[in-house]
């Protein structure tokens, strides 16, 4: 649990950091910025107590409000995230009573890792550039913006976690 | 009140959810309004000094651009100031209105809807609210929180800022707003209609902000449409690059203080 823990803390501090210091920096074709830090949502250890789960969730996005001084836009989003990513795991995996102790996203075959990633950044970017610009007349926008940053960010998370799968090979 | 508890216990991470989701939707409006301004942002002494350490690793990237832009400078205030008053010393410091502090932006989110830059000096360095920042090529913004250590700027990308601007030919003021499309245009609304304006005049900003010394560059008018009544959609491109500012200046104005006095006794 402890080992457990100590883990999730160091991923929450790299992950702000390397959001805020490196990516934030770095745009592609001048506008579209990836946000990697979705990925601590992603492989946030699945519990049935979901409380800790929202409140962590809800801390991490405000880090990431506080650097790159957006409010709470990020924080919402980032919770919103959190709560949905149950129900949508559900809906993919097409159970009830999946054994979440033992579920690891890394283990599981590489088209429902993408669906499941592909729903929840899209999630995830409509609410943060819906916040950010919080303008009807802006919906052409903020679905454009939606969509290119949403296929940069998925593709560095689907890279990202399959990169770190352990014993690639038994999988295959 | 079975009923209730029934309630609370069947929804309570909805419950959270929605709770957590309202603090977040709160600390998002207050950023938006203007001076009554967040508790939480980048001008601190933990993000900023983060920040700071962050953008000297980027900065060698931009040295090339920032050196040029400096000579450049250079050449400009050698060619105003001439030779001789260059060497003397009977400079009247009565006539000196503003003072420049050189800062750095270490944090730029120019793709934002509302972009707010954050400086590595603070109250200690002498930046107070309400300064405006510019660099040799234009109005970057106006200061709209100190730390000790740390600014944040509200920039011309920001959909709070309201930029007092004039045609530079005459005297017609106008404000200039951002509609969040493309960082290198700004929009100029309330534009008289009787002022005569052209696809290429000038932009700067007005003598009626004290933030700003009169005459300081905006941008170009790049395109409008006229009707009978006003001008709309008046699109000016901006001097100033804003994905590319290194170090810009926050101007002190030594007769803020009486101004503002004055007006208030009106």
Redesign the interface.
Known sequence: MTRDTLILAFRFVLLVLIQTLVLNHIYFFGFINPNLYLLFIFLYPIETKRSNFLIVSFLFGFCIDIFSNTGGVNAAATVATAYFSLPILNLILNKQDTDFKLFKLNNEPVIRIVTYVTILTFLHHFILFGLEYFNLKEIGTILFKTFTSGLFTIVLIVLSILLTRKNKFMNQ | MQQIAYFIEKY???L??LL??I??????????SYHKS?F???A?AI?GG??E??TSI?EYGVLKKDNQRLAEENARLRSLVSSDSLHSENIDSLSIENKYISAKVI?N?Y????N?L?LNKGRLDGVAIDMGIVNNTGIIGVVNKVSNNYA?VLSVLNSNSKINARLKKNNYFGTLTWN??NYRYSQLLDIQRQADIRIGDTIVSGGKSILFPDNTPIGIIRSFDATNKSYDNIEVELFMDM?NIGYVYAIQNIDKEEILELQKND
Do not use: P, V
Request: no cysteine; charged share 10%.
């Open positions: 309570k991470y909805f959270l959810f957590l989701e603090i977040a939707i709160g600390f998002t409006i207050q950023s938006h967040q939480f942002n980048s601190n993000s983060l920040l350490k962050s980027f944090q989110s793709t934002k809807r509302n707010i954050t944040t969040g499309q994905s």
